[in-house]
């Protein structure tokens, strides 16, 4: 019976490293792969100026049973600034109370 390679979403993992070769040598080693509309967003944003262009990345603590070891699982996503909802907050126009000026009590 062949078994099925699931299709997983790009993504990533770091191991630790097992080649350090002075105290500068990474801690953690290993690939990732971005989706295509993570590339276009990293492109856009240099076409609109940003030197150092940014994505999101979310990484899980995973365990191989296979090797034995712990590693990182990551993946990345378009980029999200974190303060978004308090930036439109920010953007809502302020309420105009000046009419209640000329009301006395």
């Keep these: 019976m062949s078994e099925e390679k699931k299709d997983y979403p790009p993504s990533g993992t770091l191991f630790i490293s097992t080649n350090k070769r002075s105290e500068r040598s990474p801690d953690y080693t290993g690939q990732f792969e971005l989706p295509y509309e993570v590339i276009e967003d990293l492109v856009k944003q240099m076409k609109n100026g940003v030197k150092k262009p940014l994505f999101n990345i979310a990484g899980w603590k ?33 309420e105009d109370f000046s009419a209640l000026e000329d009301i006395t009590f």
């Design 62 to 94: 995973k365990y191989s049973p296979k090797s034995g070891k712990n590693f990182l699982s990551i993946r990345g996503s378009i980029y999200d600034p974190p303060n978004k909802d308090e930036e439109k907050k920010e953007e809502k126009p302020k």
